[in-house]
């Protein structure tokens, strides 16, 4: 299926791994100019590099990367010092840290708030004008699972995802809805990365169990029997940014293997 975005600009952020990453390849392999963005230089450098020798790439698709914190200001004006104009917004940062809920202080808190909820909203705001007066726009946040079925140690993120859910039901339907522009949400359940694999090696080293054996035992619990990858999770926000998919709009959006037990 031709997604009919090939041209466009998208802006994806925490994109040099995991599930950033994967939705960078998956526009640019649909001919979309993709801006990458992600903290540690090198690192970013050499998934673009990745990009650009990726042999599915049409030669048509530019890729570009900037090193940015994009939680900080800084960050956020690094990125629009290169363009404003884009087509397709891919919000995402890392996700804050497990632990007890009695240890986290405001600090914590607001750290949390700014990568999982105010940066979002801060990027759907520098762009969604822009997107309004072309009259195409397409923005995804990746949140996570934990939105629809709360993990009780990822309660930073339990709470600052859902504000971030909150803003987006309201925001999506407004009148930006009527000139061509949608915001969805993307819910990863388990899905095999960095970051995953670090949760799980700190649960598993918590309760001494070998990592292999917590890691087999979780795919276990998933009705697919494994994790999700980059790759199919990229696919989906591909979807969701493309011609295709205008009529869905401010949704949540789950990608977990059918891990999530209600019915609705
Ligand atoms: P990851 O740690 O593998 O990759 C995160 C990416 O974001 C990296 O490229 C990193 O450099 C970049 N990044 C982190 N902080 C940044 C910042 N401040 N500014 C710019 N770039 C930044 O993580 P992942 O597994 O790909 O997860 C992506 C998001 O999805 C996270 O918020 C995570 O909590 C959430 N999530 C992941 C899963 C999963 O199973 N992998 C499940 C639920 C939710």
């Known amino acids: 299926m031709d997604l009919g975005i090939a041209g466009k600009w998208a802006l994806v952020c925490g994109a040099s791994r995991g599930l950033g990453f ?6 640019v392999r649909e001919g979309v100019h993709v801006l990458m963005v992600a903290r540690r230089a090198e690192v970013l450098q050499a998934a673009a590099a ?4 990726d ?6 698709a530019t890729v570009q990367f900037v090193a940015a914190d994009i939680t900080t200001v800084e ?5 629009f010092a290169l363009r404003r104009d884009f087509d397709i917004v891919v919000t995402n940062a890392g996700g804050p840290p497990p632990g007890d809920f009695r240890d986290w202080d405001r600090t914590a808190w607001i750290k949390a708030l700014d990568a999982n909820m105010l940066t979002p909203i801060e990027l759907i705001k520098a762009c969604v004008d822009g997107m309004m007066g ?6 995804v946040n990746i949140t996570s699972g934990a939105v629809k079925a709360p993990i009780d140690v990822l309660g930073l993120s339990n709470g600052a995802r859902s504000g971030l859910t909150g803003f987006v039901a ?13 915001i969805n ?3 990863p359940g388990a899905f095999d990365t960095a970051r995953l694999k670090a949760l799980m090696a700190g649960a598993a080293q918590k309760s001494g169990v070998n990592i292999g054996v917590a890691i087999e035992a979780r795919k276990k619990t998933i009705p697919a029997q494994r994790f999700g990858t980059p790759e199919e999770f990229g696919a989906i926000c591909a979807f969701l940014c493309s011609q295709h998919a205008g009529f869905i709009n401010g949704q949540n959006v789950l990608a977990d293997g059918g891990a999530y037990p209600g019915t609705y």
Do not use: H
């Not at 994967?22 to 526009?27: E, N």
């Not at 990745?50 to 020798?53: G, H, N, Q, S, T």
């Not at 960050?75 to 990125?79: L, M």
């Not at 309201?170 to 949608?182: F, P």
């Open 50 to 53: 990745e990009l650009e020798a």
């Open 170 to 182: 309201g925001a999506s339907r407004s009148k930006l809805a009527g000139q061509g522009v949608t």
């Open 134 to 139: 072309r009259g195409f726009g397409r923005i």
């Open 185 to 187: 949400n993307l819910l």
């Open 75 to 79: 960050g956020r004006e690094a990125v």
């Open 22 to 27: 994967g939705c960078a390849q998956a526009l």
């Open 55 to 60: 042999p599915l790439r049409p030669a048509s």
